[in-house]
Each structure stands twice: as C-alpha cells, then as structure tokens.
C-alpha cells in the first residue's frame, strides 16, 4: 500500500463547487491522493467536465452533477450517487462563491444579499443534511473555502462578509455537535489567491494582483495549490484533532 491510499479511509469525496478554481484545484489533488471524487456545478459545466478528465486521467472514479445548493433535493440526490459508486464518503468540501459588486451596506441591493446570505446558510445546511448521515457511519471531515473578509473589515465588502461570518457560526455548532460521532468540520480562510476569487472580482486587473501582493507581509499573493494543500489536510489524519476552526492562509495580511 503506498501513501497516497494512506492518507484517507475507504470511500470518496464530494467537492461542492468542483467547477471553480480553488474548488477543481482541491478535487484534482484529492485524485493525486488516492481519492474517488465527485464535484458539483451550477452553470460551468464546460470547466467541470474539465476537472472531471483530470480526475479520470488519475484513475479515480469521478462524476459532475449540476447541483443548486438552495435544491436540496438535487444535493441529496449527488450526496447519494456519491456515496453509492464510492462505497461510502468521507470528505466533503464546499468551494462554492459568485462574483458580485461591492457596494456599502447601507446601498446593498436587498436581493443580492438576500441570495448570498441564502446560499451561504440554506445551501450550507442543506449540505449538512445531507452528507452528514454518511459521514456518522464511519467519520470524516467537512471543509469549507471562506475568505479573509470573515477576520478584517474591508470596505464596501459586507456582502462577501456577513453570510460568510454566520457560515462560520454554522461550522462551530457542527463541529461541537458532530465530534463525538467523528466528524471535523473546519474552515480555510484565503488571502488573495492568484487564478482565485480574487481575479475574478479585480477582473484581471494586474495592478490589483500586484498591490495585493505589495500588502502582503509575504511579498506575494498565495496560489490555489497552498488553498487546496490546506482543504487536504484538514480533511486528512494529520489533522485528527482539530475542529471548529477557521484557518487563516493569507501571507499574514491581517496580522
């Protein structure tokens, strides 16, 4: 038996999110690791499909599902063919984000914030249902991709912010109601990760990048590869006794 089957117990993962950037980076290294993994997307189904082969090309088993996680019926439905082709599951991930625009709180757009609080909490529990019965069955761990916004206050940013700071509510609670059935359920909180969110949000604006990377203690943005080393750790052995944290890797930017 070689590391790579190791590192994680029989059964697969589920990448909710899998489509996007940090959400394919940790479903591809999740396959380099041994793991069977299925992931999820909304509208990019091109870019899941992508990530899929990458995961085939591994020899893992794989599937994309279009998933809304406000249907809790189709979560359910990608957490059962899940655990059914693999055998069991014992990670899941949850990478989901949208870009939107910025703006103070007081002129926040009712709807947009309505969507994202509702994304952030609704989608969040619906994927608590229904991955958490699997996961009781023999232990795991629940990793969710957040941000920094949860630690220091940006301007004109509550909308990324305050959804994500109940989010992290939500992970205390499960982590404290589900360890004594064996299940960790942590957060990772990224800085400004280049090929992330955040190039999206500056709409590739290297000037941005590059400021970004000047405020860092560290000198340089992070990569989706130290995000998606993180999910796989706090998923793995080597991070057996910890839960209910949130994990900050950000080069030191809110030091």
């Given amino acids: 038996m070689n590391q790579t089957t190791q590192q994680f117990p029989d059964g697969g993962a589920i990448v909710f999110g899998g489509s996007g950037a940090t959400g394919g980076a940790t479903a591809r290294l999740l396959a380099a690791r041994g793991c069977d993994v299925a ?11 992508q990530t899929r082969a990458a995961i085939a090309a591994t020899g893992r088993e794989s599937f994309a599902a279009r998933c809304d996680l406000l249907d809790a ?12 082709q693999f055998g069991g599951l014992h990670t899941i991930v949850l990478a989901t984000g949208r870009v939107f625009s910025n703006r103070p709180l007081a002129e926040m757009d009712n709807a947009d914030f309505q969507q994202q ?8 529990s619906n994927v608590i249902k229904a991955t958490v019965p699997h996961l ?5 761990a629940i990793v969710v991709i957040m941000g920094t916004t949860i630690e220091r206050i940006i301007p004109n940013n509550a909308l990324a912010a305050v959804p994500k700071l109940a989010q992290a509510g939500m992970i205390k609670f499960l982590a404290r109601e589900e360890a004594a059935n064996g299940i960790r359920v942590n957060g990772i909180a990224p800085g400004v ?22 405020a860092t203690p560290m000198g340089r943005v992070g990569t989706l590869s130290e995000i998606a080393e993180t999910a796989l750790f706090l998923a793995g052995p080597g991070s057996g006794f910890i839960t209910g944290q949130i994990v900050i890797v950000d080069g030191g930017m809110t030091l």
Avoid at 39 to 49: F, L, N, W
């Fill in 193 to 214: 990760i280049e090929d992330g969110m955040s190039r999206k949000v500056s709409a590739g604006n290297p000037a941005v990048i590059a400021a970004a990377a000047q």
């Fill in 39 to 49: 992931i999820t997307y909304q509208s990019a189904a091109e870019k899941a499909e």
């Fill in 73 to 84: 019926a189709a979560v359910d439905r990608v957490t059962a063919q899940a655990a059914e």
């Fill in 136 to 140: 009781r069955k023999g232990g795991g």
């Fill in 117 to 124: 609080l509702l994304t952030d909490t609704i989608g969040f």
